[in-house]
């Protein structure tokens, strides 16, 4: 079996992404409509170092398989389906969190395909 493979058996649980689109130019982030991804989310207080060396406690480590798309640092994620959402608009949404750190590493003698980690 392949790493990617592996990967998509295990990402089991529905999450809710947005991805985000800039700002309104009023300092309001804007975000595409959520959709629907398989994701294995793991709760856990980690400490993380973000992409400017900054420290932050992370509430839980995201593993996204390739075939969800794209997925970037700023976006927000949720854990659940669009019918739990009473919102689309993820800062609007309780428990929707951003993105504080991601990696994308490609897989073993691949160009093309990813495994995608987040960082709450």
Request: hydrophobic share 40%; glycine share 6%; net charge negative.
């Amino acid at each position: 079996m392949a790493i990617n493979d592996f990967i998509e058996k295990v990402c089991v649980q529905t999450a809710v992404h947005w991805s985000q689109q800039g700002s309104d130019g009023m300092g309001t982030s804007l975000f595409s409509s959520p959709r629907e991804i398989n994701v294995r989310w793991t709760e856990s207080e980690l400490l993380v170092v973000g992409d400017r060396g900054e420290q932050f406690l992370s509430k839980a480590q995201i593993l996204i398989p390739d075939s969800a798309g794209e997925v970037n640092r700023k976006d927000y994620l949720f854990l659940g389906s669009l019918s739990d959402l009473e919102s689309q608009n993820p800062l609007e949404v309780e428990e929707a969190y951003e993105i504080q750190r991601f990696s994308k590493v490609p897989m073993i003698f691949s160009t093309t395909v990813f495994v995608k980690n987040a960082y709450l």
